[in-house]
């Protein structure tokens, strides 16, 4: 799904991180498993540390770094201008779809693009944990290196919906912290039916429900749709990078086992289920996973 060339980006609306603060780091005797767990899914840092908390990774922000970052056309072809655009698309969406579904007033997040490292109020964070949601900051951290690894060892699309669907789940988590959701991952943080398997779930859900109306956000600025009509190949691209971070295909990798007691994200079906539900339903009353005994 790509974006229409008139499409005006607001290069502020990303940053780089912070400087400073204490944190946690992520590393250690983890291993492999552990490695690729957090390159391919959006784990709270405590949960793959053991620490991080509120408070921590606070410092002064690094603004600027996107000003090659201006029309559609740059999002088109550069992918932090990609993600600062689908961000925009996100917040436009939002802005109408939660109050209408009986949420709160949207309050945007965050949005933080870095390279190697970076400090965030939920701990420190390096590129190996991908792309996360940090409640503590109500910020996404995304790393656009995560795309490639994605792509090329996990055999999602190449289409740019593969990348959006992946900003969209962040943007997903941070609907459900404004709707008091989020704290049901750590109360609940393990097992098919658990509350972090309906978490996930939920955002790819609410993935879909974008999804659903992207084309007809239009950008205040040049009053034009952000994207432009999504085609066939367009949706698959987004179902195999659901497909990519399900429990059960990355233990199948990792593993050579699928051991559902584990499982924190939902299976590659149930991903694409839930996202395709957001889709076609356009209604973020459609993705509660909690009240459901049918994930």
């Known amino acids: ?36 767990l957090a390159m391919l899914f959006d784990v709270p ?39 600062i655009a689908t961000a925009e698309s996100l917040d436009v969406v939002w802005e109408e779809q939660l109050p209408a579904a009986g949420g709160p007033e949207y309050e945007p997040p965050g949005l933080v693009i870095f390279e190697g490292s970076v400090e965030t109020g939920c701990g420190s964070a390096t ?3 991908g792309p996360f949601y940090c409640p503590a900051d109500t910020t996404t951290y995304f790393d656009t290196g995560f795309f490639d690894t994605l792509r090329d060892r996990f055999g999602a699309g190449e289409g740019p919906l593969a990348e959006q669907f992946v900003v969209a789940h962040e943007f997903g988590h941070h609907i459900e912290h404004q709707l008091d959701l989020l704290g049901q991952a ?6 098919p039916e658990s509350g972090a398997v309906r978490v996930e779930l939920m955002a790819d859900c609410l993935s ?16 034009v749709p952000f994207l432009q009509e999504l085609t066939d190949q367009d949706i698959e691209d987004a179902l195999s990078a659901a497909a990519a971070v399900g429990d059960d295909r990355i233990q199948e990798q990792v593993q050579g086992q699928v051991r ?30 909690f009240s459901t005994d049918q994930l």
């Open 260 to 289: 559902p007691e584990t499982f924190s994200h939902g299976t590659s079906e149930q991903r694409q289920r839930w996202f395709s539900t957001g889709y076609r339903e356009g209604d973020l009353r459609a993705c509660d996973t």
């Open 208 to 223: 879909g429900v974008w999804a659903h109306h992207a084309t007809q956000a239009i950008d205040p600025e040049s009053g």
């Open 127 to 129: 590129s190996a944990v």
């Open 186 to 191: 750590q109360r609940d943080p393990q097992g």
């Open 45 to 83: 840092l405590g949960n793959l540390t053991g620490g991080g908390g509120a408070g921590q990774g606070a410092g002064e922000e690094i603004q600027g770094g996107f000003e090659h970052c201006q029309s559609g056309a740059d999002a088109n072809e550069h992918v932090d201008c990609r993600i």
């Open 1 to 36: 799904m790509s974006f229409n060339d008139d499409v005006r980006i607001d290069p502020g609306r990303a940053s780089r991180g912070r400087r400073g603060g204490a944190g946690i780091a992520i590393g250690g005797g983890g291993g492999l498993v552990l490695l690729l």
